[in-house]
């Protein structure tokens, strides 16, 4: 993702989120695991357990960052 996109995301009386991005993407990426989670079955879900294991490694990257 493009911290640009994120940047675009503005509002005239409250303003920019400029400042906030990370905390925003961290945000949605743990909304989007705990989604996934929900959505596991006791088979044919390995892609999900694929995506959950990207996504976390992405969370840890960026917090790592921090």
Request: hydrophobic residues 35%.
């Amino acid at each position: 993702m493009d911290s640009i996109r994120l940047k675009e995301f503005t509002h005239a009386q409250w303003g920019s989120i400029v400042g906030q991005e990370y905390n925003i993407r961290v945000a949605v990426l743990k909304d989007e695991i705990d989604l996934l989670k929900s959505q596991i079955e006791p088979h044919d879900t390995g892609h999900i357990h694929t995506t959950i294991s990207t996504l976390e490694h992405r969370v840890r990257e960026l917090e790592s960052k921090k």
